[in-house]
């Protein structure tokens, strides 16, 4: 999906604009993310991706990068996300 595809739905293009971090391997990682499932994320998924993107820069690079162990409710989500 390309951004101009996500930008027309108002949900996606929120979730897009909030994905960028002051992070550039943050950015780099969710903007990849959206583009390859943003097609396919379920509400839920949407909600829920929504809520993670509500931590901070160090503590989702901290989950990225596996040196934390993911809250139960974030697993699914961070396995997809490190799957892009």
Same mark, same amino acid.
């Given at each position: 999906? /390309?951004? &101009?595809?996500?930008? %027309?739905?108002?949900?996606? +293009?929120? !979730?897009?604009? =909030? /994905?960028?971090?002051?992070?550039? &391997?943050?950015?780099? *990682? ?8 943003? $097609? /396919?994320?379920?509400?839920?998924? =949407?909600?829920t991706?929504?809520?993670?993107? &509500?931590? /901070? #820069? +160090? #503590?989702? !690079? ?7 162990? $993911? #809250?139960?409710?974030?697993?699914? *989500? *961070? %396995?997809k996300?490190?799957? +892009?």
């Open positions: 999906m /390309s951004d &101009e595809d996500i930008t %027309s739905d108002p949900v996606l +293009s929120r !979730l897009l604009w =909030r /994905s960028r971090r002051g992070l550039l &391997e943050l950015d780099v *990682l969710l903007h990849r993310f959206l583009t390859l499932h943003a $097609a /396919s994320l379920t509400d839920q998924e =949407r909600q991706y929504g809520a993670w993107l &509500e931590l /901070s #820069d +160090s #503590d989702l !690079l901290r989950m990225v990068l596996e040196q934390v162990q $993911a #809250d139960p409710r974030w697993a699914p *989500l *961070l %396995s996300i490190l799957d +892009s």
